[in-house]
């Protein structure tokens, strides 16, 4: 079949499938509450078929969302198929509370939905409309596989399926007719011809340095300056903790709301950027949670990924990964918060200076190029020796209410993925002037997440201190 009856998985998006496994879920996830008195029932309960009808509507602006997972027949590489089986009943659930269901009831279900992985022979997303919430909200608990999407592409799927005022109208989609499934043998063609083409495509790069010489060889430079800084963090050892041990596949959520005006208050009078008051934050509410487990944090090296998207304007609204990161050691053993707060500053300034985003990005598109079995050994070896304790992401999102149909969205708390060895992860979404914290955690390495969640309130309030 010809190649447009299908595509190809970017070496990333291939990259966090190869990262899952029994104990590791690589689904992006969120929680997110709303208004339900617009989409309550005459008889009671939540209207759920809308929903159901208005999500269907608009999957034809998001095609990816009907395509499942094949693979090409030599190198095993994944594709995206369009799925002739699709049914929205199986993507679009539904349960209840017990009424009036509180915020932990809904926590702990978020949780357990979390722990489940998703069906690699479907496409990779569920939403999970939960009624039942007190005070007259439901809640959509989404799950999307990080192979499809990273966070800013989270964002603009979220404009896509809401909208900015509220309404009442489900548009008539357009009929999906799938694509007819690429054969094996167009496959093996469309293989054959890729690695045919590509020492004509290096033979064209050859040519294009050939004519500019004095500005390849000054991206170059920059390149591989910022990559042998990103190997130099990578390569230094991080200290075990007991947050990062093997975890299981069960999973407990947690969550905080800040005012965004509060804490951009905060950032104005310390200086900084809103991504370094929260790395701040998660510095100080560390080094208290392990303290009250008799670590030592003086003689700590725990180092946190901060994901940076490199997405450019001209990618807004696609699918996929388009991201890099940056390595940053916490400064846990500094005990004055303003303190904490400019050490942290001192790095990311010299992060940008030495443009290690840029060199993490070579590294990851270093995977266009390789082979899924040698990708297969490199990610087992890197999963095994994870150059970081925690990943704390930080998603902006749009500062105007949005309406799922007539219902407004409230509050929206994300979840980032646990990689093998790390038991808590932390995650920010700025939406509608406030700040939203999930804290994605391994059931058993970490049942006190609660108190974490206390720990950032405190963090965040001692910087608020200083700054007074």
């Not at 130099?232 to 800040?258: C, S, Y």
Request: neutral net charge; charged residues 25%.
């Amino acid at each position: 079949m010809a190649p447009h009856n299908y595509e190809r998985l970017s070496g990333m998006d291939h990259t966090f499938l190869m990262f899952e496994g029994e104990h590791t879920h690589m689904h992006v996830a969120a929680t997110l509450i709303f208004d339900a008195k617009p989409l309550a029932r005459p008889q009671g309960g939540i209207d759920v078929e809308r929903i159901r009808d208005y999500t269907a509507s608009r999957l034809h602006l998001i095609p990816r969302y009907r395509q499942r997972l094949a693979y090409t027949p030599l190198d095993r590489h994944p594709i995206w198929v369009d799925d002739d089986h699709f049914n929205i009943d199986y993507h679009v659930r539904h349960t209840c509370l017990p009424r009036p269901g509180n915020e932990r009831q809904l926590k702990r279900l978020a949780g357990r939905i979390m722990s489940q992985q998703l069906d690699r022979s479907k496409p990779l997303w569920e939403i999970w409309v939960v009624e039942g919430l007190e005070n007259n909200r439901f809640a959509l608990v989404t799950k999307t596989h990080h192979c499809m999407i990273d966070g800013i592409a989270a964002v603009d799927l979220l404009a896509v399926l809401m909208q900015s005022e509220p309404h009442d109208r489900i548009d008539e989609a357009p009929p999906f007719i799938p694509r007819p499934l690429p054969g094996r043998l167009g496959l093996l063609r469309d293989e054959v011809k890729r690695v045919a083409h590509a020492p004509f495509e290096l033979a064209r790069g050859l040519q294009r340095a050939l004519e500019e010489p004095e500005e390849l060889r000054s991206k170059l430079e920059d390149r591989v300056r910022s990559l042998a800084d990103t190997l130099g963090v990578g390569m230094k050892g991080i200290h075990e903790t007991p947050l990062n041990q093997p975890i299981g596949p069960h999973r407990r959520f947690d969550w905080v709301a800040m005012d965004l005006v509060d804490v951009r208050s905060v950032k104005n009078r310390l200086g900084g950027t809103v991504n370094d008051l929260v790395l701040a934050t998660v510095a100080g509410a560390v080094r208290t949670f392990l303290k009250h487990r008799r670590v030592d944090v003086d003689a700590l090296t725990y180092r946190a990924l901060a994901p940076v998207s490199v997405r450019t304007k001209d990618e807004r609204g696609t699918l996929g990964n388009r991201i890099s990161m940056w390595l940053i050691d916490l400064p846990l053993n500094e005990p004055d918060p303003r303190r904490r707060l400019e050490r942290i500053r001192e790095t990311t300034a010299e992060l940008k200076e030495s443009k290690r985003a840029m060199g993490a990005s070579l590294l990851t598109s270093a995977t266009e190029w390789t082979g899924s079995t040698l990708l297969s050994k490199a990610v087992q070896f890197l999963h095994r020796a994870l150059p970081f304790n925690l990943v704390v992401t930080n998603v902006p999102g749009p500062q105007i209410p949005l309406y799922l149909l007539n219902s407004q969205l409230l509050e929206a708390y994300p979840e980032v993925p646990l990689f093998m060895g790390q038991g808590l992860g932390v995650a920010q979404f700025s939406y509608a002037g406030r700040l939203f914290w999930g804290f994605n955690a391994d059931w058993d390495l970490v049942p006190d997440l609660s108190l974490f969640s206390d720990e950032i309130i405190a963090s965040f309030n001692e910087l608020r201190a200083a700054g007074a």
